[in-house]
């Protein structure tokens, strides 16, 4: 081809190529254009979109919780604290080798493998490995290498701060206090009654996270709109609390019980001061089951038995009955509507028998007659008044209100039963309550568990339901219960005077719905009269083995939690003479001094170090006592600790587990003993304390 044809072709093709350069220059520009209007669109018209993703990736609400509040006793001696701990938290979109990593921590932490890989499997950016580390978890991790010396975790864990409740005296008020859950939540007792108090108000602030998605900086201003917890002051004392227990769980392990209750209330105020349960349990310890948790003296109920009988000579005597008014004892029992009703014990033939003398034996029989007397009508209304039947309105979580059978049901074998407690079902509390109306002259008081503030008057929260004559009417016939020929004597405390009744009710087999021959419930409600404060005890021990009335069961054990409420209330003594005191059974088998005692004011603590030690040499008995048990070589022997400076209560805990003929006389604190510090003693020695005021 010549060179003018190739010129030609390549010329003619010219038209085809700009084309095409053209459309290229064209798409280029349209697609140039496009990316701007996009980048104007994005950077413009989308901005608070992308602003919003970019701030979820980096910024988060954080939960601020605050400080659960403090749970104190009447002193303000803390019962429920908080401490730091630390809980183990993952970013699994940071963990690699998951399944190494969930072996290790499975191995420090005790949680199962399979639950930590699946967690940690998950698509989230945050999930918790484990909740409140114990010291030796934290130990593991360092061992595994999961946490090196400086506490510093692998890449995708942390640790996360938090408060953990605490219980500092153990199992003290354990069924008072409850406990919470692992996001301190209250779940039982205060802690749940009182949550919203105690737990404040969480506030949710903003929050910078890192790239694990660990918060890092939060909104200081709105943390600061976080509120605290509230301290919540319970009425009971600590330390007696920790001393009622402590009666409570002997005499259960004594008598063989299955548990028991103790209640310790202020007649006038309703402040309880103590109330203990056996079994007990220890709410820093989680998975206790729940037959150990319940509070039984506010959430069981039970028959009272015959300490019901006292609520119906209030009934009497408000009905116009007199003490020196008699019914027929019918010489042991009788026969209504087919059934016999009979005396506790078949040796027990009473004639005619008054409305005092039906309390201080405790007769059915006259119970019984006197219910009949007295009329369906105006027994329930009393048994209203006293609050059975009805919640106290204490508040306190699982409170049940027992039942009395209605009216239209009752016929005359169920108001002769009722008469002597059978039939109707009550709270410890409730019982409580109802004697405290009897010792506190006439007003039924409001039960209280959590310190009022201010505190309320008798005036503002109690109401009279019978007369100050028949109050002490009452106190006078319950007095006679501890006193020679009473069923209450061993409820006695040398140097107080003790109103009160014991009760031994038969318990409703499950299997068979009858009363059982075998299994009883004994109590005894009581308090010291002439005192002030007027303090109600009650004790119930369930299912004694053995010698199960409460005379030699409840009554002992009222007295011991007595001693306790004496000493740490410091109620007057008014000690009899000597010669009173001589003729009597003190019954201190059980008393004993010891470091965890309360001191009386003006006593120097080194005194309660004093207990009898027994001795390997023989002393000679100075001013003229005489042993009364020879002094063979097989009988135990102690020596006689120095009691000078004690107040009465103080020494006779000296005593524990030893019988001795003591006498008192005087007042005030110890000045003169005899036998003198050191000399020998064995059981049935006699023992002459002289007072006098410091």
């Not at 007369?467 to 107080?496: H, M, W």
């Amino acid at each position: 081809m010549s060179v003018e044809t190739r010129i030609h072709a390549h010329t003619s093709f010219d038209p085809i190529l700009k084309a095409r350069f053209t459309g290229l220059m064209v798409t280029c520009i349209v697609i140039a254009g496009l990316m701007m209007a996009r980048a104007a669109y994005i950077q413009i018209l989308s901005h608070p979109k992308l602003e919003a993703m970019a701030k979820r990736q980096y910024t988060s609400k954080a939960y601020i919780r605050p400080q659960r509040g403090m749970i104190t006793d009447r002193n303000g001696e803390a019962l429920a604290v908080n401490i730091e701990v630390k809980s183990l938290a993952a970013n699994p979109l940071k963990l690699n080798n998951k399944r190494g990593i969930a072996r290790l921590l499975a191995k420090a932490t005790d949680v199962p493998y399979s639950k930590i890989y699946k967690r940690i499997s998950e698509k989230k950016e945050f999930i918790w490995i484990k909740r409140h580390l114990s010291e030796v978890e934290m130990k593991r991790l360092k061992k595994l290498k999961l946490m090196d010396s400086d506490e510093d975790l692998i890449d995708g864990l942390w640790f996360v701060s938090e408060s953990n409740r605490v219980y500092p005296h153990g199992q003290v008020a354990g069924h008072i206090l409850g406990d919470v859950n692992v996001d301190a939540e209250g779940v039982e007792g205060v802690e749940l009654w009182q949550n919203d108090q105690l737990k404040g108000k969480t506030v949710a602030v903003s929050a910078t996270k890192d790239a694990l998605g660990r918060p890092t900086f939060i909104d200081t201003s709105a943390a600061k709109t976080v509120q605290e917890g509230q301290v919540v002051a319970l009425t009971i004392d600590s330390t007696l609390q920790f001393e009622v227990e402590q009666e409570l769980r002997a005499s259960v392990e004594k008598t063989g019980a299955q548990g028991g209750s103790v209640i310790v209330m202020n007649a006038s105020t309703g402040e309880i001061l103590a109330m203990a349960n056996e079994p007990s349990f220890n709410p820093n310890q989680k998975g206790v089951p729940i037959e150990k948790r319940r509070n039984r003296a506010i959430t069981d109920g039970y028959e009272p038995g015959s300490t019901v009988k006292a609520l119906l000579a209030v009934s009497a005597l408000t009905n116009g009955w007199k003490l020196t008014d008699e019914v027929w004892g019918e010489k042991g029992s009788f026969i209504l509507q087919k059934h016999r009703i009979s005396e506790a014990e078949a040796h027990e033939k009473f004639e005619w028998v008054s409305l005092k003398k039906m309390i201080q034996v405790s007769s059915n029989v006259a119970a019984a007659k006197v219910a009949l007397k007295l009329g369906a009508d105006h027994y329930m209304r009393s048994l209203q008044l006293f609050g059975l039947g009805s919640k106290t309105g204490i508040g306190f979580p699982g409170e049940i209100s027992g039942k009395i059978p209605p009216r239209k049901q009752w016929q005359p074998l169920t108001l002769a039963n009722i008469g002597f407690g059978q039939g109707v079902l009550v709270t410890p509390l409730q019982m409580t309550r109802a004697y405290a109306a009897i010792a506190n002259g006439g007003f039924l008081v409001q039960p209280r568990l959590i310190q009022m503030q201010p505190q309320a008057s008798v005036a503002e929260s109690a109401v009279r339901i019978f007369s100050q004559r028949v109050s002490e009417e009452a106190i006078e016939a319950l007095q006679a219960v501890t006193e020679t020929g009473g069923t209450g004597t061993k409820a006695t405390l040398p140097g107080l005077r003790v109103a009160g009744k014991t009760g031994t009710a038969q318990m409703v087999d499950p299997e068979t719905g009858h009363y059982s021959r075998s299994k009883y419930i004994a109590s005894f409600i009581g308090f010291p009269v002439e005192v002030n404060p007027r303090m109600v005890i009650f004790t119930s021990l369930i299912e004694p083995k053995g010698i199960y009335y409460a005379s030699e069961t409840a009554a002992p054990l009222f007295r011991d939690v007595l001693a306790s409420v004496a000493n740490r209330c410091n109620l007057p003594m008014k000690v009899a003479p000597v010669s009173t005191l001589a003729t009597q059974s003190l019954h201190q088998d059980e008393i004993k001094l010891t470091q965890a005692e309360a001191v009386t004011p003006g006593i120097e603590t080194s005194h309660l170090n004093t207990s009898l030690k027994e001795t390997e040499h023989m002393g000679t008995l100075e001013s003229g006592l005489q042993s009364a048990v020879p002094h063979a070589p097989n009988i135990p022997r102690w020596s006689m600790p120095s009691l000078l400076g004690l107040s009465p209560r103080e020494a006779l805990r000296a005593f524990k587990g030893h019988r001795f003929r003591i006498e008192i006389t005087g007042s005030g604190v110890i000045s003169s003993q005899f036998p003198e510090e050191g000399k020998t003693l064995v059981e049935g020695d006699q023992v002459r304390l002289i007072l006098n005021e410091p």
